[in-house]
């Protein structure tokens, strides 16, 4: 009974910028943490960013050039992605910690992803 539903993957070039969203829809009761993962062909799904109350992390490899931000009123992630490169080619995926009302009074938090989103950059 939650989705989570990204947008904004496509084509780019190498330099170039892209914005990806994220909504969280459904019976949600609160949303503890959001974030970006990614996983090019062949490699490992791999952490991008994240953000909670009071804390944002980056992976090493985006934090000077990849923002995230989030607007809880819509319950929406965002990741700006500004100076891409072509390595940054890869399905994008949305993860939120998520505790869906089914789970009150205990408030168990539960994972969530959404179904991901292509993103090619060309040089």
């Known amino acids: 009974q939650v989705q989570l539903v990204e947008s904004g993957g496509g084509l780019a070039q190498a330099g170039g910028s892209l914005r990806l969203s994220c909504v969280a829809s459904g019976n949600i009761f609160s949303i503890n943490a959001m974030g970006w993962y990614r996983q090019a062909p062949g490699k490992q799904r791999e952490l991008l960013a994240t953000t909670s109350v009071g804390s944002t992390n980056y992976a090493e490899s985006v934090k000077d050039r990849f923002t995230i931000s989030r607007d809880n009123a819509k319950n929406t992630v965002y990741l700006q992605m500004n100076s891409l490169k072509p390595e940054d080619t890869a399905v994008y995926y949305c993860?939120?910690?998520?505790?869906?009302?089914?789970?009150?009074?205990?408030?168990?938090?539960?994972?969530?992803w959404g179904q991901g989103t292509q993103v090619t950059v060309s040089s």
């Open positions: 993860n939120a910690l998520i505790v869906p009302r089914s789970s009150l009074p205990q408030r168990r938090e539960y994972d969530y």
